[in-house]
C-alpha cells in the first residue's frame, strides 16, 4: 500500500473531516480521563486512566476508518499549513 500523502494539494476533504472529527473526540476523551486523574493519588490508578484513555483515542480513531499513522501524520501537516488546521478545526467543532 502507497505512503499517505500529507501533501494539502492532494489532500481530501473527506479526510481532513475523518481527521478533524477524531481529533475533536480525542480531545474530549484526554479532557474527560484528566479531570478523573486529577483526582487519583495513586500512581497505578493514574496509569490504568492514561492508558484506558489511549485505548478509547485509539478506538475514535479506528472508527473514523482511518490508521493512527495517517492521523499523527494529518495532524503533522497541519503544523506547519495554517489552512489545512483551520480546515481540521472546523471539522473538529462539528462534533464538539
Request: no cysteine; aromatic share 4%; proline share 2%.
Amino acid at each position: 500500500m502507497a505512503p499517505f500523502q500529507t501533501n494539502q494539494a492532494t489532500m481530501s476533504q473527506d479526510m481532513v473531516t475523518r481527521v478533524g472529527s477524531a481529533a475533536g473526540r480525542v480531545a474530549k476523551i484526554q479532557q474527560d480521563y484528566a479531570t478523573q486523574a486529577e483526582s487519583e493519588t495513586a500512581t497505578d490508578a493514574r496509569e490504568a486512566l492514561a492508558s484506558r484513555a489511549r485505548a478509547a483515542a485509539e478506538r475514535v480513531i479506528d472508527e473514523q476508518g482511518i490508521s493512527i499513522d495517517d492521523y499523527n501524520a494529518v495532524l503533522t501537516a497541519a503544523e506547519g499549513d495554517p489552512d489545512l488546521e483551520q480546515r481540521l478545526l472546523d471539522a473538529a467543532r462539528e462534533v464538539l
